[in-house]
């Protein structure tokens, strides 16, 4: 009877999932092999993975506005409400390259993935130099950005992926 029971049970459970994968709603749209990629790139420290472009701090300056930064962040990024990006947390991060990463991918929000890498170079120049990380006159692009020194980069302990386990602590010492 306990048999029957899990039996009937299995039978169940494949039933559903069989039918979950069925049935086809036709929503959305297969994403583009260009999509995926906008999504599916994550730069690293050395910025092997940029793409070609540049910028300048002044040419970021019009590109937050254009492209609505000041609706969330403020006209100056000072002023939020979301996060300060002049200021506040990014100023901190190991790698200028994970800024350029963190805006192409993740910003402007509701809008990922549409900025240009122009755009992105720029709106990074932008707030690194507000941030007095660059001068208003460098150009980042593909060999310039891995380049910048960020103030924390001596800090940034590199992950130790081969050995983690669970309970491994978070592989950033930021002090204040
Ligand atoms: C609709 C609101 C909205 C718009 C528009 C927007 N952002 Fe953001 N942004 C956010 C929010 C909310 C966060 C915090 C997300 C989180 O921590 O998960 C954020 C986080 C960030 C961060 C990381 C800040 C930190 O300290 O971690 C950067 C950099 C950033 N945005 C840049 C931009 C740029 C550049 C634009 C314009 C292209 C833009 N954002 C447009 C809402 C917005």
């Given at each position: 009877?306990?048999?029957?029971?899990?039996?009937?049970?299995?039978?169940?459970?494949?039933?559903?999932?069989?039918?979950?994968?069925?049935?086809?709603?036709?929503?959305?749209?297969t994403a583009t092999a260009e999509e995926v990629?906008?999504?599916?790139?994550?730069?690293?420290?050395?910025?092997?993975?940029?793409?070609?472009?540049?910028?300048?701090?002044?040419?970021?300056?019009?590109?937050?506005?254009?492209?609505?930064?000041?609706?969330?962040?403020?006209?100056?990024?000072?002023?939020?409400?979301?996060?300060?990006?002049?200021?506040?947390?990014?100023?901190?991060?190991?790698?200028?390259?994970?800024?350029?990463?963190?805006?192409?991918?993740?910003?402007?929000?509701?809008?990922?993935?549409?900025?240009?890498?122009?755009?992105?170079?720029?709106?990074?120049?932008?707030?690194?130099?507000?941030?007095?990380?660059?001068?208003?006159?460098?150009?980042?692009?593909?060999?310039?950005?891995?380049?910048?020194?960020?103030?924390?980069?001596?800090?940034?302990?590199?992950?130790?992926?081969?050995?983690?386990?669970?309970?491994?602590?978070?592989?950033?010492?930021?002090?204040?």
């Amino acid at each position: 009877m306990q048999y029957l029971k899990l039996l009937v049970v299995v039978i169940a459970l494949s039933a559903v999932t069989a039918w979950a994968q069925g049935p086809s709603y036709k929503l959305g749209k297969t994403a583009t092999a260009e999509e995926v990629k906008t999504w599916d790139t994550s730069v690293g420290p050395e910025g092997k993975e940029l793409p070609a472009g540049k910028g300048t701090a002044a040419e970021g300056e019009k590109v937050f506005t254009a492209r609505g930064c000041t609706w969330c962040h403020g006209p100056t990024g000072e002023e939020g409400p979301a996060p300060h990006l002049v200021g506040g947390g990014i100023a901190g991060w190991a790698f200028a390259t994970s800024i350029w990463d963190y805006i192409n991918r993740a910003m402007p929000l509701n809008h990922e993935g549409s900025l240009t890498p122009n755009e992105v170079y720029s709106l990074t120049a932008y707030l690194l130099n507000r941030n007095k990380i660059i001068q208003p006159g460098d150009v980042l692009d593909q060999t310039t950005l891995p380049k910048v020194q960020m103030p924390n980069r001596g800090r940034y302990i590199a992950p130790p992926v081969d050995k983690w386990k669970p309970g491994t602590p978070r592989p950033f010492k930021i002090e204040p």
